[in-house]
């Protein structure tokens, strides 16, 4: 491998909790410190920016609000810009139904999920999981289907 394959090791900085900028030091529990990787200078995080943190275990109401988030953020185009490259990339691929909202396209593509908004499911198991994750406190639909045709997606309303 040539020299010039190899990307190069970008370095990591550790703010301390001193250090971090005035705004993260005014939420409630800021972390004790913050490891940023790259060139980006420390004051970017001065910046206005809105960050939602997911929960392994969120309450109903955490979910909700966070969906509303979501949505409202989406609508006003505050995506990460690797959901439009997703979006970008599966659109040829895929039939919405008429009338399908530019935002739920946009979530559905969503960069930070690494695809975890969509499983393929067997269509016998289908209704079983749909019941264990509503059980467990997760929000799920079933979306599409698996046929045979034309190779694509389907996303139903």
Known sequence: MS?????PIRAVRR???RDLPELLQQIHDPPRSLFLRGGPDPE????PAVAI????ACSPYGAQVARM??????AAGLVPA????????????????????????IILADAQTNGGL????????AAKLLRALEDSGIAAA???????GDPGVDVAA
Do not use: C, H, M, W
């Open 118 to 125: 969509l499983a393929a499911v067997a269509p016998k198991q």
């Open 44 to 47: 970017i995080l001065a910046r």
């Open 142 to 148: 079933r979306i599409g289907e698996v046929r045979e």
């Open 3 to 7: 020299a010039a394959a190899v990307e």
């Open 53 to 56: 943190v997911g929960a392994r």
């Open 82 to 105: 690797g959901s439009r490259s997703n979006l970008e990339f599966v659109a040829p691929r895929t039939r919405f139904p008429e009338g399908y909202s530019e935002v739920d396209r």
């Open 69 to 74: 988030l979501g949505r409202e953020l989406a």
């Open 15 to 17: 703010l301390r909790r």
